[in-house]
């Protein structure tokens, strides 16, 4: 939960659940049966060596000869396991991941017909995890065999001199059957060595994994928590940002200062719209002295009290399997129903709402599944309307609506607009007529920034989407 975008773009939500899961099973398994099983046999060995020593130290010695044998080949095997525990955990996790990202796009899946050969996918990485674990199984198969051998080479060493010692009558004939008796409580602690082995083993190797994943820090420093934003207008300062994973330098040195009023962003698909919104909804870090918040670094200020300043409508409405009422209310669970009905009612999403047969109570689906990509949209800026931050930032809200649903949006917008910064990204021209400023981002530089009118005259890609967009619209009404 306290991590930030680029430690999700390292680890896939299959294998955080593998580390949630099988991980902590197997760690779980070391510290039960695995610690039962261990002190067991230590116990069982020392009191049967204790008894053996007292009938005979000369035969109890010979008798352990065989011992190290055991101790050497579980060591060296046990240093092999190791790494290939590390191989079938690591393939659960892809298999997880593979499971998980299949089933949440299966209806992708089945539009491009896709289930068999998915299915097949799952079924080699099956195999894979099946060999590999087989691979496991030989090794802890070698250690059974061996810790019998050794137990029976034992026995057959007592039989030979234990039997003389009776026969020289050293020993008495009880004392050979009673020593006998403690061998055989010997040869189970023998076997566990091996079980104990592969357990702790395991549970070593697990516990690894979690503790690498648990090592993993945010890249957003924590700030301090007496450096609160005084102001909320964002400046940039030659800001620029790279993908912790990748070298592209994505944001090129994005100088601005973000006041009230809203500030229509757009550029070519890929220029970095998307990025530019989620490094200043503090997602993702950015460098000293290039990102202020009311003239504090951001750095300085804990990445909460940033967010708390800001509501954020991702390009992708994100939501959850609940009821619409809880996804409006998702920033704001103490929200009145007035309330969401009001922010329902701004994102032109209410009457839409009351027409499904439980109204605002209406699950909705993992994902939102039972809405329209439109709907789904418009819940999530009602979402952040709701939330009533004094920055607002909305990533291509309003893609996939009609013209007039989107003239009624912004109708409505307007007036809750007021005083707060707004980042509108957008790539439809007739929203950006309506913001106070543009910035037009061209392969992550600044290639054009001011009022809509004076840009549009100048700035070669807005020149070029208000001529094609006002084309289609003389088709359409053609
Ligand atoms: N998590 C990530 N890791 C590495 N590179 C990324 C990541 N997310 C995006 N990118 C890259 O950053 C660039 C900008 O992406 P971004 O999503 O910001 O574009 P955009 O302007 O929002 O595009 P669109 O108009 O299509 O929404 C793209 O080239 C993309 O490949
Ligand atoms: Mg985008």
Redesign the pocket.
Known sequence: MSMD??FF?KYSTGSIMAHGSNDLAAVQMACGMGLVAAIDALVMSVAAIAFMLDIHVGLTLIALLPMPILILATRFLSQNLHHRFDRVQEQFSGMTEFARSSISSIRLLKAYTLEKSQSRRFGRLGKEYVDSSIRVAIIQGLLFPIATLVGSSAMLIVLYFGGRLVILETISMGDFVAFITYLYMLIWPMMAVGWVVNLSQRGVTSLRRIFLLLSEKSQLPPGSTDAQPTSSLFELRNLSFT????K?R?LDAITLTITPGILGIT????????????VLARIYPVANGTLFLGKTDVNNISPESVQELVSYVS?EALLFSSSLHENIAFGNADASMDLIIKAAKAAAIHDEIIVFPEGYESMIGEKGVTLSGGQRGRVALARAILCDRPIIII??GLAAVDTGTEQEIIENLTPWFKGKSVIW?S?RIKQLAGTDRVLV?ED?KVSGLGPYDELVQHNAFLGEIRRRQRLQGEKMNA
Request: proline share 7%; charged share 15%; net charge neutral.
């Open positions: 975008g680029s773009s993908y912790p994973q990748s592209r994505i550029g070519p698909t890929g220029c970095g719209k998307t990025t530019l919104c989620q390009q990533d291509d990204v790539q981002l992550g």
